[in-house]
């Protein structure tokens, strides 16, 4: 079983990760002893491959790396995964063409997990939720804002909101509507008036054509408009995220900002996405 997007979990799936997650933080078993994974990460990548290799190895399997443009030579990727199978149980692949991802998991099998593209990032989205469900609950019950250019981060929560039926805000400038259903996506220009609805503010480092000072001045998640949101409200900034773009230093000291503590759980929820790949269930 191949994990490439949100959207092609089911809220069963969900479930049984967000349940295996829940035993890996009591109980870290050696149930992946014997097993060795092939990850395709580049040396920038932080959080999502520490959490990876980590998680991994503290569950007894075995890591070996390579750089994404390994993938980028020559080489049909048909027989670079079969070759791999002899080897491996299972391929985690950060590179920024999703379409050769899923030209991967076409010809594998052995699980291939998309650790981010350039049009999605799927296990950090779903690991948010489960810090989310941690934090108030029932995450569907929450209406959610992006705010910020449309891109990968926006894609993924669009993909969670129409898969898991909740309401997502995308505020940004004309231009950045994100072709979507409407009954869980709704796109605005005008920040203040979204946040008095909003349970949960959502950012992503902004592009050099975005940071300007009209923009910034307009759309910057500040202390004092956080504090418009709902009560309890959570601020969920997508790392790296900047001081002065697009959240203030004073918001990020701030009892809002839950950015450290939610990725603490990202090596569980990952460790369980490889475990759920794998079809190995936690009792």
């Not at 078993?29 to 990460?41: E, I, N, S």
């Not at 503010?201 to 910034?216: G, N």
């Not at 418009?228 to 900034?237: E, F, G, S």
Request: net charge negative.
């Amino acid at each position: 079983m191949h994990f490439l997007c949100i959207k092609d979990q089911s809220m069963a799936d969900v479930q049984r990760i967000f349940h295996t997650a829940d035993r890996l933080r009591d109980n870290e078993a050696q149930v992946l002893k014997g097993k060795t994974f092939v990850l395709f990460f580049p040396e920038s990548s932080i959080r999502t491959r520490l959490s990876f290799e980590k998680g991994i190895q503290d569950l007894g399997g075995v890591c070996v790396l390579f750089p994404p443009s390994t993938l980028d030579k020559r080489e049909a990727l048909i027989d670079v995964v079969k070759y791999i199978e002899n080897w491996a149980d299972g391929i985690i692949v950060r590179h920024p063409d999703y379409d050769k991802v899923c030209e991967l998991a076409a010809a594998a099998d052995i699980p291939v997990i998309n650790a981010m593209t350039a049009s999605n990032h799927p296990c950090e989205i779903l690991s948010d939720l489960y810090s989310i469900r941690k934090l108030r609950g029932d995450f569907k019950g929450l209406t959610y804002t992006f705010v910020g250019e449309h891109g990968n981060i926006s894609n993924s929560w669009c993909n969670a909101a129409e898969a898991f039926d909740f309401k997502l805000n995308h505020v940004s400038v004309i231009g950045n509507r994100i072709k979507a259903d409407e009954a869980n996506y709704t796109f605005s220009t005008c920040l203040e008036t979204v946040l008095p609805m909003t349970d949960v503010v959502l950012t992503d480092p902004l592009s050099e054509a975005f940071r300007t000072k009209e923009y910034i001045d307009r759309y910057q998640i500040t202390l004092e408009r956080m504090k418009t949101c709902r009560p309890k409200a959570l601020l969920n900034p997508c790392p790296p995220f900047y001081r002065g773009e697009e959240v203030s230093a004073d918001v990020i000291d701030s009892e809002y900002f839950v950015g450290y503590e939610f990725k603490k759980n990202l090596i569980y929820v990952q460790q369980a996405i490889v475990l759920h790949c794998l079809g190995v269930d936690l009792i």
